[in-house]
């Protein structure tokens, strides 16, 4: 069987922040992981979509983490909203994770699907907004580029 990715990741897909972006390529590493086990009906295959959750759960919630520290460090006004989406979406996977465990309808090429729609709207719509708030930071001298560099991240 040939592998085949379901999504690729595109530089229109980008917000400038290096570290923000190489986490985002990893979200679409792990997406097509789990597209990729779908493709299985073995119980070996559903080990290795267990395991493909795991990971996708692990890594989303890593990398929201360090989403909050730059609006917290930021004071981006729309922090809350912005969190309240990461929350929800850690129990919308969480709630799909448990369904597929207790074997309860999931469908999970669906699921996959969901994550990638999930993603892809997040960065485009959400996080976009979090990087014009930066850069207007940046323009107005509030804070150090973090668009070349983790000076926010990295910051006391």
Request: charge should be positive; aromatic fraction near 12%.
């Amino acid at each position: 069987m040939k592998e085949q990715n379901y999504v690729k990741w595109d530089d229109r897909y980008s917000i400038g922040i290096p570290l923000v972006d190489n986490q985002h390529k990893q979200l679409v590493v792990l997406t097509n992981e789990l597209y990729k086990a779908c493709h299985f009906s073995n119980e070996a295959a559903k080990e290795k979509f267990r395991k493909a959750i795991r990971e996708a759960v692990a890594y989303v919630k890593f990398h929201f983490s360090v989403e909050e520290r730059i609006m917290e460090k930021a004071d981006y006004p729309e922090y809350a909203v912005h969190k309240k989406h990461h929350i929800e979406f850690i129990q919308e996977i969480l709630n799909n994770v448990m369904a597929f465990e207790t074997g309860k309808r999931f469908v999970p090429r669906q699921f996959a699907k969901f994550l990638w729609d999930w993603i892809l709207s997040h960065i485009a719509i959400t996080d976009s907004k979090l990087r014009d708030h930066l850069l207007k930071l940046h323009k107005e001298g509030k804070i150090e580029s973090i668009f070349k560099n983790k000076s926010l991240i990295n910051a006391h």
